[in-house]
């Protein structure tokens, strides 16, 4: 009896997490103009000294939103990046606090044109933050990338720190012996 119970119970467990592994989104799609355009924004950043926090290659679903949640701090700056396909018929990015109290919301109607989002966001306290991604392009499936950069890192174009100094020597530094001059 124990058998079929512990046999149930498999089952339902491995029912259970098929079924919320299926409703996860998908990281990690392959596009590599997107890509080339993601580092070359990255890029852009590091140069004004920012380096990457969060980033990922989304694969995105037409009309269905892409939640993505990051802990913010108080007072830093950060740089909101999204890319959406340029094959879309509208790209958005909406941004809520930890209360669920939206914050800002960017669309982009015309993605042949200009298929990225960069949005300059300064928490006023260390929260929760909810990012919220979508694209529009009829039922077919497409890729996305988002990245989050903030300052600091010495990867991000910063002057590195110097060297340690040698201990110190105690000794007197040698003088050399004055000699004077023979008249």
Do not use: W
């Amino acid at each position: 009896m124990q058998r079929i119970i512990r046999s149930f119970c498999l089952v339902v467990l491995l029912l259970g997490s098929k079924s919320m592994y299926a409703q996860q989104p998908a990281l990690g799609c392959d596009d590599k103009a997107m890509r080339i355009q993601s580092q070359q924004l990255k890029h852009d950043f590091a140069s004004q000294g920012l380096s990457v926090y969060k980033d990922a290659m989304i694969s995105m679903e037409s009309h269905q939103p892409f939640p993505v949640a990051v802990q913010l701090d108080k007072g830093k700056l950060y740089q909101l990046i999204f890319i959406g396909s340029r094959d879309s018929k509208k790209i958005g990015m909406e941004l809520f606090d930890g209360a669920d109290k939206k914050i800002d919301e960017r669309i982009i109607k015309n993605p042949k044109e200009q298929n990225f989002i960069v949005y300059s966001f300064t928490p006023e306290k260390t929260d929760m933050y909810l990012l919220v991604f979508t694209q529009i392009k009829g039922n077919k499936n497409m890729c996305g990338s988002f990245s989050i950069m903030q300052p600091g890192g010495q990867d991000a174009g910063q002057i590195p720190p110097p060297p340690p100094t040698a201990p110190a020597n105690n000794k007197p530094a040698p003088t050399p012996r004055y000699v004077p001059k023979k008249k």
